[in-house]
C-alpha cells in the first residue's frame, strides 16, 4: 500500500510539473521537454535574478536550440544556450553599443554564478529593430526558433509574425512588397493583451488576369488563413491582427495624408520589403513627406501663432494680426458647428445668433470683441482712423487673448455636443452593420438587447470574425449606455471613434468577401478549343470573358432575356465589369435556362464546353 500510494504521489508531482510548464514548451518534443524540466529551476532562478536587477527593461528570456559543433548530428555539450531580450528605447546616458556590452557581462556575470553552463546572448531590441532596417533577418529568425520562458509579449509578438512572415512569402512572393510589425508593440505602449499588428502590402500594379479587389480579396483571405495557422503552430491564438493593402490604395493614402499610414511608416518595422517600404519611411524622417491639415486646425492654430508674433513684433505688426488671429478661429468655430465660413463681415452677427442667441454657448461681451476689432480694422484700412496709439493696440492685444481663450472653451462645448451627438449616429451604423452581417449568415430580426451575445455566437465563437471585434463592440454598446445616462467621457467617445471605424471596415469587407463567394455562383466557365472562357450572370445582365489566360483581356456583354437567353453582344472592358461587380447586389439563387447553351454555340463557337465543379 505505502508504495502504490508514493507511486500515486510522483504520477501527481510529475504532472503539476508539467502544466507548470508554459504553452510554447508543451509543444515541443518529449526529449526536450525533459531536458527542460532538468534545468527550468536554474532558468527560473535566472530569470528571477535579471527581472529583479533590470526591472521592466527586461522585454523577454527564451531557451535556444543546442549548437551543433561542426560534423556532429547531435549536439554533445550540456550548455544552455539562453536569449535575453533588452529594451534600450529609453537609453540616454551611453551608446547603444555601450549599453550592450556593459549589460552582456553583467548578465553573463549572473549567469555564472548560477551554472557555468548557461550561456546567455544579450540582445538589445533597437539592435533587432536596426538588423530589420538593414533588411537582415537572422535575429527574427533566431527568436523564431527559441522557446519563451519569459515574455512581455515582444518574443511572442516576433515569432508569430516571422512565422507568418516565411509562411506568406513562400507562396506569394511575386505580389509580397512588405511586411511590416507597427502598432502599440513599436511604439512602446504594449501589454500581454495587446494586439500583435502587422501590414501586408501586395503589389497589383501588374494584375491582369482579375481585377484588383479580386485580387486583394483572394490573397487577404489566404493571409489572414495562415495567421491563423501560424497561431496554432505557435499557441499565440487571437492576437495577430492582419492588415492588407494593395499598393496602388497604400499609395492614394500616402498622397492623401491618412494618418494611419503616416503612423505605420514613422514606427512600422519592416520584417521584409522589396525596396519601397524603407525609402518612403526615410522619406517622411526627412520631412519630405508631409501630412496636409485639416482647415479647423490650420484656422484655430493661427491665431496663437499670429498672437504670439504680436508680442514679438508688435510696434511692426500691430493691427492686422490682431485682426486675423481672432477672425479665422471664430470662422472655424462657426465651420466646427458644420456651417460654411462667412465672410469677415458676417462673422460677428452669426457668431451672435448661433452661440449667443441659439445654443447659448458664449457671453454677448465677446461678441463685442469681435466687432470692435473689426470696425478698428476697417477704419485703418479705409483711412478714416490714420494712427492707431500704443494704448489702443494694447488694449485691442489683452481683449484678443481673453477672446483666444474663451473661443478655446468654446471649441470644447461645441466638440462634446458633436461628440455626444455622433455616438448615436456610430452605434446605429454599427448595429445596422451587424444586422447586414447576420442577414448574410441567415440570421434575421435580431434586437438590440440580443445583438451582441448573437454577434458572439454565430461570429466570433465560430471563428469567422476575430475576438477583438467583439471587444470592440462592446465598448460602443458600453459608450451607447454611458450617452443615454449622460456620462459619456471626451476620451471615451475618441476612442469609439477609432475603434469603430476599423469595426465597420472589417465588416465591410467581411461582407465584400462574403458576396465575391456568392459571385463565383453566378459564374458559368466553358472550355472552347484551347480557350477558356467565362459567363458572369449579373441580374439583368451577362458579361463575357473570351479568354481568361489572355493578358490583354477581350470582353463583351449583353442582356439576360426573360427566357433566360442573352440578347446581342458589344463590347466592353473591365473598368465596366468593375463597376457592374460593385452595383450589383448580392445575388439570389441563379437558374440556367435551356436558351442560353444555344447562346454559348453562338459566342464561343460549336465545340463549346461548359465546365462543371472547376
Not at 354 to 362: A, C, D, N, P, T
Amino acid at each position: 500500500m505505502a508504495k502504490k500510494k508514493q507511486k500515486k504521489e510522483q504520477k501527481k508531482k510529475q504532472k503539476q510539473e508539467e502544466e507548470e510548464l508554459p504553452e510554447e514548451i508543451k509543444k515541443l518534443p518529449k526529449e526536450a521537454q525533459e531536458k527542460l524540466k532538468k534545468i527550468k529551476e536554474k532558468l527560473d532562478k535566472f530569470q528571477k535574478n535579471i527581472v529583479e536587477k533590470f526591472d521592466k527593461y527586461i522585454t523577454g528570456i527564451s531557451l535556444l536550440p543546442p549548437e551543433k559543433k561542426e560534423g556532429e548530428e547531435k549536439p554533445t555539450d550540456d550548455k544552455i544556450n539562453v536569449l535575453v531580450l533588452v529594451d534600450d528605447s529609453d537609453s540616454q546616458k551611453m551608446t547603444k553599443e555601450e549599453l550592450k556590452e556593459k549589460l552582456t557581462t553583467i548578465i553573463a556575470g549572473m549567469a555564472k554564478e548560477i551554472d557555468e553552463n548557461i550561456v546567455p546572448q544579450t540582445i538589445i531590441l533597437s539592435e533587432v529593430w536596426q538588423s530589420c532596417y538593414d533588411a537582415k533577418h537572422e535575429l527574427l529568425q533566431l527568436i523564431a526558433m527559441s522557446a519563451p520562458v519569459y515574455d512581455t509579449g515582444m518574443l511572442s509578438a516576433i515569432k508569430i509574425a516571422e512565422i507568418h512572415k516565411s509562411m506568406v512569402i513562400k507562396k506569394f512572393e511575386k505580389y509580397i512588397v512588405s511586411y511590416v510589425l507597427a502598432g502599440s508593440l513599436v511604439q512602446g505602449r504594449a501589454t500581454k493583451e495587446s494586439d500583435i499588428d502587422v501590414w501586408v502590402v501586395i503589389d497589383d500594379t501588374d494584375v491582369k488576369k482579375m481585377t484588383r479587389a479580386e485580387l486583394k480579396d483572394k490573397l487577404r483571405a489566404i493571409i489572414i488563413g495562415m495567421g491563423i495557422e501560424a497561431g496554432e503552430m505557435t499557441g499565440i491564438k487571437n492576437k495577430l491582427n492582419i492588415q492588407v493593402y494593395i499598393l496602388t490604395d497604400f499609395w492614394d493614402s500616402l498622397k492623401e495624408a491618412n494618418p494611419i499610414i503616416f503612423t505605420l511608416l514613422r514606427d512600422g518595422i519592416p520584417f521584409y520589403d522589396r525596396g519601397i517600404f524603407m525609402p518612403w519611411k526615410q522619406l517622411l524622417k526627412m520631412g519630405k513627406i508631409k501630412p496636409s491639415a485639416e482647415a479647423i486646425d490650420m484656422f484655430m492654430g493661427s491665431g496663437e501663432q499670429m498672437l504670439s508674433r504680436v508680442h514679438d513684433k508688435i510696434k511692426e505688426i500691430g493691427m492686422e494680426d490682431i485682426f486675423y488671429a481672432i477672425l479665422t478661429p471664430s470662422q472655424a468655430a462657426l465651420m466646427l458647428f458644420g456651417l460654411p465660413p462667412p465672410s469677415p463681415k458676417e462673422t460677428p452677427e452669426l457668431m451672435r445668433d448661433v452661440f449667443v442667441k441659439k445654443e447659448k454657448l458664449l457671453e454677448e461681451k465677446f461678441v463685442k470683441i469681435l466687432e470692435k476689432t473689426i470696425q478698428t480694422r476697417k477704419e485703418i484700412e479705409h483711412g478714416t482712423k490714420k494712427e492707431l496709439s500704443g494704448k489702443e493696440l494694447d488694449e485691442l492685444l489683452t481683449n484678443a487673448e481673453e477672446y483666444l481663450k474663451r473661443v478655446k472653451k468654446l471649441f470644447s462645448q461645441i466638440e462634446m455636443m458633436k461628440e455626444e451627438e455622433s455616438m448615436l449616429h456610430i452605434y446605429e451604423t454599427c448595429v445596422t452593420i451587424i444586422r447586414d452581417v447576420l442577414r448574410l449568415e441567415g440570421i434575421e430580426r435580431v434586437s438590440d438587447k440580443e445583438i451582441v451575445d448573437i454577434f458572439e455566437k454565430e461570429m466570433v465563437t465560430l471563428g469567422k470574425i476575430p475576438e477583438k471585434y467583439l471587444r470592440i463592440l462592446k465598448e460602443i454598446v458600453k459608450a451607447k449606455k454611458d450617452y443615454d445616462e449622460k456620462k459619456l467621457t471626451k476620451p471615451e467617445v475618441e476612442k469609439v471613434k477609432k475603434d469603430s471605424g476599423l469595426f465597420i471596415k472589417f465588416l465591410v469587407e467581411y461582407m465584400q468577401r462574403k458576396r465575391g463567394k456568392e459571385l463565383e455562383r453566378t459564374k458559368i466557365r466553358v472550355k472552347h478549343g484551347n480557350r477558356y472562357g467565362e459567363v458572369i450572370l449579373l441580374e439583368k445582365e451577362a458579361f463575357i470573358i473570351h479568354d481568361i489566360d489572355h493578358e490583354e483581356k477581350e470582353l463583351s456583354k449583353a442582356k439576360i432575356n426573360p427566357d433566360g437567353s442573352l440578347g446581342t453582344t458589344e463590347k466592353t472592358n473591365l473598368e465596366e465589369l468593375e463597376k457592374a461587380l460593385a452595383k450589383v447586389e448580392i445575388p439570389s439563387k441563379v437558374f440556367i435556362k435551356e436558351p442560353i447553351f444555344e447562346d454559348l454555340k453562338r459566342v464561343f463557337g460549336k465545340d463549346v464546353e461548359v465546365l462543371v465543379n472547376y
